[in-house]
T-cell receptor, first 114, second 115 residues
Framework: EAGVAQSPRYKIIEKRQSVAFWCNPISGHATLYWYQQILGQGPKLLIQFQNNGVVDDSQLPKDRFSAERLKGVDSTLKIQPAKLEDSAVYLC????????????FGPGTRLLVL | AQTVTQSQPEMSVQEAETVTLSCTYDTSESNYYLFWYKQPPSRQMILVIRQEAYKQQNATENRFSVNFQKAAKSFSLKISDSQLGDTAMYFCAYLYTGANSKLTFGKGITLSVRP
């Protein structure tokens, strides 16, 4: 069984530029999560999708971050414009069900904003 | 609100020895899961082991086992026969099984296995 796929693995941009990350969850997993992990900290949930609907985006900085999950499979997370403090690893995870299910993580995208 | 505490920022162990990583959590719920995730330098978050709160038996996965003390809200991870590949950051995490649940992580502990 293929795991969660993410691309790109690394990205370096200058502040005020835009960037997009892509995630493909495990086949059959209805729930998809995007996390932000600052160096030395645990991951922080940005947004949770159930199929193609948003379940929780309370910690997503909506003035600059956006995410979509068209057709309830792949998802894209965008940052526009990027700030220095957005430098982090962006992790995508998926789970079979909506609540209380084990989450499986992708390899992450490491973003550096200069 | 649920919290997960990992008070040891880093630990070191000799290859082939046993090490125990500590974790405590706080919750008023009775139905939940606890996890240990491993994050090597590649930054991929890998599930190591999962414990259901309703199960009294401690979970084991090969060289990894947990000591789950529900009353004390303690959840430690024991790694036996440590290997160089075990070098990573380890996160303890809590997940309530009901609606609106969020996976809550501790701050993590850096484990170094010495050859």
């Amino acid at each position: 069984e293929a795991g969660v796929a993410q691309s790109p693995r690394y990205k370096i941009i200058e502040k005020r530029q835009s960037v997009a990350f892509w995630c493909n969850p495990i086949s059959g997993h209805a729930t998809l999560y995007w996390y932000q992990q600052i160096l030395g900290q645990g991951p922080k949930l940005l947004i949770q999708f159930q199929n193609n609907g948003v379940v929780d985006d309370s910690q997503l900085p909506k003035d600059r971050f956006s995410a979509e999950r068209l057709k309830g499979v792949d998802s894209t997370l965008k940052i526009q414009p990027a700030k220095l403090e957005d430098s982090a690893v962006y992790l995508c995870a998926s789970s079979f069900g909506q609540w209380g299910e084990t989450q499986y993580f992708g390899p992450g995208t490491r973003l550096l904003v200069l | 609100a649920q919290t997960v505490t990992q008070s040891q920022p880093e630990m070191s162990v000799q290859e082939a020895e046993t090490v125990t990583l500590s974790c405590t959590y706080d919750t008023s719920e009775s139905n939940y899961y606890l996890f240990w995730y491993k994050q090597p330098p590649s930054r991929q978050m890998i599930l190591v082991i999962r414990q259901e709160a309703y199960k009294q038996q401690n979970a084991t996965e090969n060289r990894f086992s947990v000591n789950f003390q529900k009353a004390a809200k303690s959840f430690s991870l024991k790694i036996s026969d440590s290997q160089l590949g075990d070098t990573a950051m380890y996160f303890c995490a809590y997940l309530y099984t009901g609606a609106n649940s969020k996976l809550t992580f501790g701050k993590g502990i850096t484990l170094s296995v010495r050859p």
